[in-house]
């Protein structure tokens, strides 16, 4: 092995010697979320973490910065076979997946790391709520910046608004991971495979339009990040916590995905851009939208 002719930013292959390197260039930690779950037939059941740790992988390879294995479980699955649920979806219980996280963060804050950027292809409702929570308080907690988010949030405004094995999750694993995807296999499915869109609206290529923009600006926020000075780090916990505070909020007042479905609608499709822009202030406007003012009836 010649240490000089490759470089890996997957922390778990790297030599110490690499590890030096890469955390001396960009002292930044990615950690991808996900779990094993039921994704039809058509897709591989790891898809969450494997989606989640390729794009993570691929932006640090733009940005430098050095990847965590990626987290195998969390909130919620489906009631589907080869599906691993660690916790409940639809309940406020959680007492192994904030506590790993926090943990996780302070360990990355003892070894010397700058930013952290806890990315879950996961997502149910509860599951976005303790990540994006967990980033809010441990940035805090630690003067460092954390960002917890799906990755979908960062697509939006290119057309990607979060599904469970639909278009979106499929063309996105066709493109980062082509040998885990098995088209044809939809057919047998009585779910997903039901009326052909999923099918015939997926393609690599578009799940490569997907990628490409998250791990743009995932990129840029890992570069960013460990620059952001205390008054940038105090109006990214507003935002943040102002878009956990409508959903929380809205989960009470009317269902679930209250404020994480609204998201899907300009203006909240613009939160990649401003994130990256780092217009804190006008997430934190729009989050109290999230829910004021109008009642989602449908389910
Ligand atoms: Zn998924």
Redesign the pocket.
Known sequence: MDLKTRETIQWERMLPEEFRAAFNRLPVVYLPL?TV?W?GEHNALG??SL?AHALCVTAARQSGGIVHPPLYGGMGGLHKPATIRMEPEDTWDNHLLRPWLEKFCGECHRLGFKAIIMLT???GHNQQIVVREVGARMTERLQSPVLGTPEYWLALDVGYLGD??GIG?TSLLWHLEPDLVAIERIKNDPDYGKDGHIEAGSSPELGKKYADTITDRLAKLAQAMPTWDFATRSAFVRAERALVSAQVRGWRTDQPWAAWRKLRTPPFTDYGRLLVAERFDEIEAFAEKLVDGEIETSS
């Open positions: 996900g779950e994704h898809l969450d989606k292809g996961h997502y469970h094995a999750e």
